[in-house]
């Protein structure tokens, strides 16, 4: 969660095709703060990986 600068930052491993997250919207998120999200995919390279495996 950003606004001017990173207000909320959570690291967590998940697992599925839809991972969820939750947090608490806090007063001084609003208004206007955005979310980033980045997902790292871990194990082999996908073109190491048979179809239709993952």
Do not use: C, H, W
């Not at 991972?19 to 206007?32: A, G, H, R, Y």
């Not at 194990?43 to 990986?49: A, D, L, R, S």
């Amino acid at each position: 969660m950003i606004k001017d600068k990173p207000l909320y930052q959570q690291i967590t491993k998940v697992q599925g095709g839809a991972p969820q997250i939750q947090f608490q919207v806090t007063p001084e998120m609003l208004p206007n703060a955005a979310i980033e999200a980045v997902l790292v995919r871990q194990g082999k390279p996908i073109n190491q990986v048979e179809a239709g495996s993952l």
